[in-house]
């Protein structure tokens, strides 16, 4: 008698977009279970003012807490250069455990220089709960989920794998859009190459979950895919893309991209697992702006 494939488990997914900074979070939990995992939320921030806000942010928690969900994992997949991270508010909140990957500590030691910040920041990745390595595995609730390092965009990358799910961080783009940037300090062309191949070693149809998409004119926010339809149609590495093209073609568009809006107040903020600076002697916390630095 044939056996039978082993069934697929089809996680929950529920999405939320944050237009001023293009960013997809998202709240992932097992169909009929209560054990969730928070992706990549969101803290609001107006760089002109200087002020911070949880509109974002109360978005996910108005979503778990009406639908009796509960928090165990609030998940990075890296340290964000377009938005601020909103994971302590969410574990004041609601719980859970922060996470992102072990190479968050090259970050770390990147930007320690780059800032200059203060002796006592510890570049070890203390300011997560957890720090996961290629391969980890970890539950949520009956849901298994599996940790691929995924560097290209930044050193720490990962991409969760959750059931029929891959969330992909900044590696993928929809396939209208192509890939993430690799211009950033520790970034690398050739690695996004090699992590985009492991994801497309995955069943072709896995979805796929964006962090990000800047649509073109025509079509609204985009934030699932399939890896049959990157592997077919991406823009910048579909399948037959030779690793050295597709470094050529990054490295020049990124020549040409402009520096991210936050990327000075995100960066200072997310390798603190979303926390503020300490504050100074007058009860505020800064965020430092280096000159002809970046």
């Known amino acids: 008698m044939k056996s039978s494939a082993p069934m697929i488990v089809k996680p929950s997914v529920k999405a939320f977009f944050d237009e001023a900074t293009s960013t997809f979070s998202y709240v992932v939990h097992e169909a009929g279970g209560?054990?969730?995992?928070?992706?990549?939320?969101?803290?609001?921030?107006?760089?002109?003012?200087?002020?911070?806000?949880?509109?974002?942010a109360d978005e996910l928690i108005a979503y778990v807490l009406g639908n009796g969900l509960t928090v165990e994992w609030i998940l990075e997949t890296h340290a964000h250069a377009d938005h601020l991270s909103?994971?302590?508010?969410?574990?004041?909140?609601?719980?859970?455990?922060?996470?992102?990957?072990?190479?968050?500590?090259?970050?770390?030691a990147i930007f320690r220089n780059?800032?200059?910040?203060e002796a006592g920041f510890a570049t070890d990745g203390s300011q997560f709960d957890q720090l996961f390595s290629?391969?980890?595995t970890f539950i949520i609730g009956a849901l298994e989920a599996r940790v691929m390092h995924t560097p290209g965009h930044t050193p720490a990358c990962l991409t969760y794998v959750i059931g029929d799910c891959a969330f992909?961080?900044?590696?993928?783009?929809?396939?209208?859009?192509?890939?993430?940037?690799?211009?950033?300090?520790?970034?690398?062309?050739?690695?996004l190459y090699d992590s985009i191949q492991r994801i497309y070693d995955l069943p072709d149809e896995t979805?796929?979950?964006?962090?990000?998409?800047?649509?073109?004119?025509?079509?609204?926010?985009?934030?699932?895919?399939t890896v049959g339809a990157e592997?077919?149609?991406?823009?910048?590495?579909?399948?037959?893309?030779?690793?050295?093209?597709?470094?050529?073609?990054?490295?020049?568009?990124?020549?040409?991209l402009a520096v991210p809006k936050l990327l000075l107040p995100s960066i200072q903020v997310n390798i603190r697992a979303g926390a503020?600076?300490?504050?100074?002697?007058n009860g505020v916390a800064y965020l430092k702006l280096p000159v002809d630095r970046i």
């Open 34 to 56: 209560e054990a969730a995992a928070i992706i990549d939320p969101v803290h609001d921030f107006d760089a002109p003012s200087g002020r911070t806000g949880t509109g974002a």
């Open 86 to 108: 909103s994971a302590p508010y969410i574990k004041e909140k609601l719980g859970g455990t922060t996470a992102i990957g072990a190479h968050i500590v090259d970050v770390q």
């Open 231 to 256: 592997r077919t149609r991406n823009i910048h590495v579909a399948d037959g893309t030779s690793r050295e093209d597709f470094i050529a073609m990054r490295e020049a568009r990124d020549a040409t």
């Open 207 to 225: 979805r796929l979950f964006m962090c990000h998409d800047y649509p073109p004119e025509g079509r609204g926010p985009q934030f699932e895919t």
């Open 276 to 281: 503020l600076p300490p504050a100074e002697d």
């Open 134 to 136: 290629d391969g980890d």
């Open 168 to 191: 992909v961080g900044d590696t993928l783009f929809p396939p209208d859009y192509g890939t993430a940037r690799c211009d950033f300090p520790g970034g690398d062309a050739g690695s």
């Open 114 to 117: 780059v800032f200059n910040l």
